[in-house]
């Protein structure tokens, strides 16, 4: 098991498996909020699911829409089970808040290259420091 600190965390402790990419994240403008897929052709994760994997991205984008669009994901339960980034904006950090979504980041390394895509992962928001844990590495098959 390998773990990496993080700056700052909010929410639960929860788990599951790492949707990563080097590429941003915008409520607004990346997703299909109804389908619960990347939506963006020019997104690294266009056609994925978002719904119930810990998202792990390179930082938040977006402004006030942004916010009230994960309060709106997470009054129909199509959320990721927690927000990863190397970097967050505060607006982001008041969606998640709002959304009471597990968001963490500030990492010493860059989260998106030290995490595979599809790794079971703990996200522990509630350590303190806060962590991450690569518990297996990603799903083969």
Do not use: C
Request: glycine residues 10%; hydrophobic residues 50%.
């Amino acid at each position: 098991m390998t773990a990496y600190r993080a700056a700052a965390a909010m929410g639960r402790t929860v788990r599951g498996r790492a949707l990563v990419a080097s590429d941003g994240f915008s409520a607004r403008y990346d997703l299909d909020r109804i389908a619960g897929i990347f939506s963006r052709p020019q997104h690294e994760l266009a056609g994925r699911s978002y719904v119930g994997v810990v998202l792990i991205l390179d930082r938040a984008k977006g402004g006030v829409a942004t916010a009230w669009m994960l309060h709106e994901m997470a009054a129909r339960g199509i959320v990721p089970a927690a927000l990863v980034f190397n970097t967050v904006n505060p607006i982001m950090a008041q969606g998640a808040a709002l959304a009471d979504a597990t968001m963490m980041s500030g990492f010493e390394v860059d989260i998106t290259r030290a995490v595979p895509d599809g790794a079971l992962v703990e996200v522990d928001a509630e350590a303190v420091p806060p962590v991450l844990r690569v518990i297996s590495g990603a799903e083969t098959g």
